[in-house]
């Protein structure tokens, strides 16, 4: 369907630090009201690069291949100008999956990602307000849909790219903190299939090399597009739009 997005590209996962202090993030602004108040897919793991950070792909990154429902939300994205110019990415949560395309339509990556732990399509109401401990398992979800993403600060004034700022859905780096580490969410990340791939509290952990060498960069001027893909509605129903292209594809 689209030969040329099948040839895959990502980037080397290394293990440098990097200064997020928070399992998940927090808005800074919720964080403040509180106060006051699953199909499978075979992947490879790259081994550790020593290179230094530059911003270029590498061929030995873990190969996905996109999903039929991937490639077809690309497509719609692409033909409609739907990103408006952008930069966007594509994070297939059934297969724990994301790959980035820039503002013409071009893949430039695709990496694995952990998500939020609860499979739904949706966000509890009021989440963003409430502090992590609050926050119930059945409510730990990555919502589905698209998103306008820019970057801001978190609790701790850490900066993330907010996916989705007021339901606390922010994408960053796998956090390095003690409670990262017992959980695995490193070994997670490089499993080889996505059955592990659900641990966050509803964010999205990307490989510290893919942020910090492509997305940030691309991201940091004027943001980007996110599209989330459902684990359980209809994809029509979150990408409405979908139709329409079914419809013309038909005639």
Known sequence: MIQGFLA?????????????????????VAAAKTKAGAA???????????????????????????????LRVHDWVASAGDNNGLPYLIVDKPHAALFLFDGAGKQLAAVPVLIGIAPGDDATPGIGAKQLSEIGPAEKTTPAG?????????????RVLWVDYYTSVALH????????RKEKRRERLLSPTPDDNRITFGCINVPNAFYTRLLS???????????????????????????????????
Do not use: W
């Not at 293990?15 to 998940?24: F, I, W």
């Not at 001027?221 to 594809?249: M, N, W």
């Open 173 to 180: 780096p796998v956090p390095t903190g003690a409670p990262a």
């Open 217 to 251: 960069p691309m991201y940091k001027k004027k943001g980007g597009y996110v599209y989330v893909l459902p684990d359980s509605k209809p994809i029509e129903e979150v990408f409405p739009a979908l139709h329409v292209q079914t419809a013309v594809r038909t005639d």
């Open 8 to 28: 895959l590209a990502g980037l080397a996962m290394l293990a440098a630090p990097y200064g997020v202090a928070v399992q998940d993030a927090k808005p800074k």
């Open 40 to 70: 499978k897919s075979k992947r490879v793991a790259a081994p550790t690069s020593k290179a230094k950070p530059k911003a270029k792909a590498v061929a030995d990154a873990p190969k996905l291949q996109p999903s039929a429902d991937t």
């Open 146 to 158: 698209r998103f306008l993403a820019k970057f801001g600060l978190a609790v701790g004034k850490e």
